[in-house]
């Protein structure tokens, strides 16, 4: 089912999300629904925070024909390294793209949706949108890290928002 995105003008947006305990139906049905909808939206990446749910929960699929995704429940960077340029757009901010200096690689600890330890590492556009993600699950939108001068308006089709 496709939930409702929430945009930047909303407060909630800039809310700190809890660490999930357990998964129950609810959580299943999150993780699902956020699914439908990143697709839906032709999005690489959503977190909670964006169907207006406080919870540490993110999806990620930067692959070409949308078959790799990843559900990651409580994420944490674990390590990082090198830098990397990227021009990154946002489904909460939509009509907009900007300059974001990230990490290049990342290696993030996380619970699958069976709530077993993984660890999954990310370079170039995953370990970007993962860190795209994980900033979502703090309150962070990726215009608070835009290079100067750089946020410009683009036309909505052209987006592979995050
Ligand atoms: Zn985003």
């Not at 925070?49 to 429940?73: F, P």
């Not at 901010?93 to 699958?112: M, N, Q």
């Not at 709530?115 to 215009?143: M, N, P, R, T, W």
Request: hydrophobic residues 40%; glycine residues 6%; proline residues 2%.
């Amino acid at each position: 089912m496709f939930r409702k995105i929430i945009l930047n003008s909303n407060p909630i947006l800039r809310k700190k999300c809890k660490a999930v305990n357990k998964i129950d139906p609810e959580i299943r049905k999150l993780i699902a629904d956020m699914e439908d909808t990143m697709y839906e939206n032709n999005g690489a990446g959503l977190a909670a925070i964006q169907v207006g749910v406080l919870k540490r929960v993110i999806v990620v699929d930067t692959s070409i024909d949308k078959n790799e995704l990843l559900i990651l429940i409580n994420p944490k960077i674990i390590e990082k390294k090198g830098q990397i340029i990227w021009q990154e757009a946002c489904l909460s901010v939509p009509g907009f793209e900007g300059t974001v200096k990230r990490y290049d690689y990342i290696k993030v600890k996380a619970k699958d949706k069976q709530f077993k330890d993984i660890i999954v590492e990310g370079e170039g556009y995953l370990a970007v949108a993962l860190q795209h993600e994980i900033d979502h699950l703090d309150g962070i939108l990726y215009i608070d890290r835009v290079e100067d001068d750089t946020l410009k308006s683009v036309n909505a089709e052209d987006e592979h928002a995050i």
